[in-house]
């Protein structure tokens, strides 16, 4: 005859051998005897239809897509955007990167200027073409840099887009290394170039979450010629440096004439609104190895040592 105890006493082992199996145990081998969020989700979507489970109400609050877009949740959501991208480049070990921005609009050579709207931006943009070359080719450097450390060191970051972002990517490709893409959602239809590695290709509702992961890892960063995004992301990166926010690291422009083209950095120091020293926080470079033997020597490294 079966008793209450003895049924008891059966499931008491059969719990205890599983818990003796490790089953408790989470990825990072941690002790979690608590069910997992994941568990009750399945569950939740095999609960008899009924008035009161087809509720809104009733859903799981982590699975409920509508709260969560709620104007409330707005803190979550921030906080959402940025651990999901920590997490997998810490999971990953990144522990370095080296930041390129500059223009979506900037066409690989022999490529047509696609956006552009006339016919001096068609000449103009198809001759910043070498913009694309010489990031193409600095992103080689980095990356061949990066081999040494087994990717962890010195990953080339981009906004995972077309032009100068593509190009950064695509260097890192050809010389076989991992690249971070960090692509935004936008009115019009944008998805990443085909050369960020997949797993590392992460998309961002809030600008403000993206500029701070392009900066959270960086031991550089390079601003190539583009337009509003890149000067956004530019004078963002100086004023964290100018006011001690962020440790000085190399910030290096490239091409000199189209920076003081567009921007009179010495009228601001003239003028008084920065201090004459601020004018030393910026690099000029024309080339992708003049950009990589200003890191190099910033962190004495062998400039020779990537080919």
Partial sequence: MKTASGGLARRKGRSMARLKNGKHRRKDGSWDPLKDSSTDRQTAKVIPRTPQSASSSYTLAYV????????????VRLQLEL?????ILTERNIKSTVVMFGGARIPAPG????????????????????????ARRFAQLC???????????????TGGGPGVMEAGNRGAADVGAPSIGLNIVLPHEQAP??????????????????????LMRAKAITIFPGGFGTLDEFFEAVTLIQTKRMA???LILFSKAFWHDIINFEALATFGTIAPED?????????????????ADFYDLDAEAAP
Avoid: G
Wanted: hydrophobic share 40%; net charge negative.
């Fill in 143 to 157: 990356s061949n840099q990066s081999k040494a450390s087994d990717y962890h060191e010195y990953v080339v970051v």
């Fill in 279 to 295: 004018l030393d926080l910026l690099h000029f470079a024309e080339t992708a190895e003049e950009a990589w033997q200003i890191i």
């Fill in 83 to 87: 651990l999901k991208t920590e997490m």
């Fill in 193 to 214: 170039n085909p050369y960020v590695t997949p797993e590392l290709s992460f998309n961002f509702h809030y600008f403000a979450i993206r500029k701070m992961h392009f």
């Fill in 111 to 134: 490529q047509a200027a696609w956006a552009a709207k006339n016919d001096m931006q068609k000449k103009n943009l198809e001759n910043a073409s070498i913009y694309y070359d010489q």
């Fill in 64 to 75: 409920d897509e509508e709260f969560l877009c709620r104007e409330e949740l707005r803190p």
């Fill in 248 to 250: 000085p690291i190399p």
